[in-house]
Each structure stands twice: as structure tokens, then as C-alpha cells.
């Protein structure tokens, strides 16, 4: 192993326990282990926002939660990280059920030493985060699953619909002539402006359901980027958000349609713009190019209100929105991710209740050298 630091959040009461620990993580040769204590349930969880701890080690008695409370408490606030309890030598059975509500494992005081302190820290780390690897991609395949028959749906829908809703705006418009007696016409235009809105409304789900004419390019996804806040340029009511750009100079070009992509990234701007508004009256959105594993990647990261676990799995359906009636037709991720599916590229999203998103679309790079390669 090689010289690394480990970042260890540990929650124990008991100073004895502690200096105990701290003694066993001291003596380890080429890891150094970062510590940071409390003493307490509730100063424990307000470290867990904080630092970058990497592993909780927990005790479950603390003044202020008892038992398994305790692992439930912290597991609830950080599912995605890995928790070791610390359990009394008559508690062994308390352990055991530790395991089963999500801790990857246990220790029982007065039988533990640095050996197996470190080795019990490094395979929660790892066993966790092949976990979180695993749960990830599980999540994503079953995401693009259901959205694929969505979009089979969807467009199926949007077809039947398309052919009647023509001949509405059109016969509707007809009647906004002229030399139709007023209040008919007065009606006619408002048919035909409903009817247009539900058109709009049919195209951005045809637009999830990737029916899109693709002109491609070379594109440089930097100057898709500046286009798009070109166009946010304008100011809307206050100037309370602040967006940074983090633009990487070198990025390779990518094949794509300048226009749409364009879109998606307007969309996923507004969103943060709205969510920030919405929540704090302000707030920073942080752009940022750059290219991963030979992939591009665009994140959109704000420090709005974030997004409950829950509704993670939703983001993207077609009419999925928690702002209240009127304020949002739930269809902009939608049309987000048809157009950067369509790209052959991909769009995930992290968030931290209370912290913020981060939404990342990943595109593949297609140089112009590779012209022949890719035709
Ligand atoms: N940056 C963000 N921060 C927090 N929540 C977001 C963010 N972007 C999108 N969301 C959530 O995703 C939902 C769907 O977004 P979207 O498809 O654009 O529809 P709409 O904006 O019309 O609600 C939003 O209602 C909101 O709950
Ligand atoms: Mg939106």
C-alpha cells in the first residue's frame, strides 16, 4: 500500500474508547488516518455534511441516541457512506443486526486491534463503494429501461395525436381571417393558440422520444456552452445568481447538432436558476468542462435546495415536476435526456439534500482527425 491518508469520522462518547482508536490508528506504518470525533448523535451528523470523511465508525450509545436508533439516524442521513459500529463485548447480537440495517460492519470494544481496526476500515470502504458502483449501474440500467418504453409510448401517442392536431391549427387559423365575422374569429384564435400550445407540448416529448432530424457537426462544446448562456443573457428578474464558468481550453471536439444541445443545456441552466430562486432567492451555478476517461463531460452544479432521493428515479419522465401547476410542464429534463441520448452520450445527476445538484451530461469525443472512423 502506499502512503494515503483515510478520513475517519468517529462517534463515540466513551474518551477511554476514543484514545484507544486513536492510539491504533496512530500506529498504523504507511496510512495516515485523519480523525475527526464527536461525542455526540447530533454533533456526529452535523460533521457528516462537512468534511470528507470516507467511513463513520459509530458507537451506538451516545447521550443523545441508543441501539440501533443510532445506526439508523446516521444511515438515513448518509446512505452512500460506510459505517463500522462499535458495539459492546455483550452486544454482539446488536452488531449482527447492525449489518442487516445497512452498516458494513462491526467491532466489539476491547477485542479489537490495529490489525483489525485497519483491515476492518479498508474492506468497509471497498465493499461500499463496489456497492455504490453496483447500485448505481442498476439504478441507470432500470432508468433507461423504463424511459425507453416511455419513449416507445410517447411517440406512439404524439403520432395519433399529430395528424388531427394539424388539421385543428390549421382549419382554426383559417378562421382567424379577415372575412370571418368577429366573434367567431375571436373564438377561432382561441382554438388555435390552445391548440399550438398542446403542438409545443407535442414536440418536446417527441423530442424525449429522440424523433429528432440530428444536423451534425463538429461541434466545440465550450462555445455550445457560451451560446447558451448567451442566451440566458438576458436578465431576468434580479441578478441574484452568479455563474462561473470552469472551462477547459483543450476539450476535443464532439459530433453533435449545435442547436439542440444548446437546448439541453439551457434547460438544465434554468432549472438550477429556478430551484436556487425558488428555495434561496440566490444562488451560484459553477459550469465546468473538462474531459473524463476520454469522454466529455459538461456539470451543471448549483447550490440550490437539492433533490430527495426519491425523486431521483422520476427526474426524467415526461411530465415529472414538483413545482406547483403552472410553474413547470415537467418536460425540460425529458427533452434533456432524449437529446443527449440521441448524442450517444449520457445524463446523470448527484444531488446532497439541502447542498445542491450536480447535473453531468457526458458526451463522446469525436476529433476531427477520426472523420473517416466515424463516417
Ligand atoms: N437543479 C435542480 N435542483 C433541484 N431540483 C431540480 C433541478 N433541476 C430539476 N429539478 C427537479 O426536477 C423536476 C423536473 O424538471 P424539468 O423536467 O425541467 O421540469 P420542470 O422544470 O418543468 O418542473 C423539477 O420540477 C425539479 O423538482
Ligand atoms: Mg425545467
Known amino acids: 500500500m502506499t502512503d494515503k491518508t483515510v478520513s475517519i469520522l468517529l462517534i463515540e462518547d466513551n474518551p477511554g474508547d476514543r484514545r484507544l482508536i486513536q492510539e491504533m490508528l496512530a500506529e498504523a506504518a504507511n496510512v495516515t488516518f485523519n480523525v475527526q470525533y464527536a461525542e455526540r448523535l447530533e454533533a456526529g451528523l452535523e460533521c457528516l455534511g462537512q468534511n470528507g470523511a470516507e467511513v463513520i465508525l459509530l458507537d451506538l450509545g451516545l447521550p443523545d441516541s441508543q441501539g440501533l436508533e443510532t445506526l439508523r439516524a446516521v444511515h438515513d442521513r448518509a446512505s452512500e457512506m460506510p459505517i463500522v ?49 453496483e447500485r448505481r449501474l442498476q439504478m441507470q440500467l432500470s432508468l433507461s429501461n423504463r424511459l425507453a418504453s416511455l419513449g416507445l409510448m410517447v411517440e406512439g401517442i404524439a403520432h395519433e395525436i399529430n395528424n388531427p392536431l394539424a388539421s385543428v391549427i390549421g382549419v382554426s387559423q383559417i378562421l382567424t381571417g379577415e372575412d370571418v365575422p368577429e ?11 390552445n391548440a399550438q400550445r398542446v403542438a409545443d407540448i407535442m414536440s418536446n416529448l417527441l423530442a424525449f422520444a ?19 448562456l448567451e442566451v440566458r443573457a438576458r436578465p431576468l428578474d434580479g ?34 436558476e429556478t ?11 459553477v459550469i465546468t468542462t473538462e474531459l ?9 452544479a448549483d447550490d440550490g435546495p437539492g ?3 426519491a425523486n431521483l428515479a422520476h427526474l426524467f419522465d415526461p411530465f415529472f415536476s414538483t413545482r406547483g401547476v403552472g410553474q413547470g410542464r415537467g418536460l425540460g429534463l425529458s427533452v434533456c435526456y432524449g437529446i443527449v441520448t440521441d448524442h450517444r452520450g449520457r445524463i446523470n445527476v448527484t444531488s446532497q439534500p439541502g447542498q445542491g445538484s450536480v447535473f453531468t451530461v457526458e458526451l463522446p469525443v469525436v476529433a476531427q482527425e477520426d472523420r473517416a472512423a466515424a463516417s
Open 292 to 300: 473524463v476517461e476520454e469522454t466529455i463531460h459538461v456539470s451543471f
Open 307 to 309: 433533490i430527495a432521493r
Open 85 to 133: 459500529v462499535l458495539t459492546g463485548l455483550n452486544d454482539e447480537m446488536v452488531g449482527v443486526r447492525a449489518i442487516n440495517e445497512g452498516a458494513q460492519d462491526y467491532l466489539i470494544k476491547g477485542q479489537v486491534d490495529t490489525q483489525l481496526l485497519r483491515r476492518t476500515i479498508r474492506y468497509a470502504i471497498e465493499r461500499k463503494q463496489a456497492e455504490e458502483r
Open 210 to 228: 429522440r424523433q429528432h432530424r440530428l444536423e451534425r457537426a463538429y461541434v466545440n462544446v465550450n462555445d455550445v456552452v457560451m451560446a447558451a
Open 183 to 193: 366573434p367567431v374569429r375571436d373564438d377561432a384564435k382561441t382554438i388555435s393558440d
Open 275 to 285: 430551484e436556487m430562486k425558488l428555495a434561496n432567492g440566490k444562488g451560484n451555478l
Open 239 to 272: 441578478g441574484n445568481i452568479t455563474i462561473t464558468t470552469r472551462i477547459d481550453p483543450a476539450l476535443p471536439s464532439t459530433m453533435a447538432d449545435a442547436n439542440l444541445l444548446q437546448q439541453a443545456f439551457l434547460n438544465l441552466i434554468i432549472n438550477a
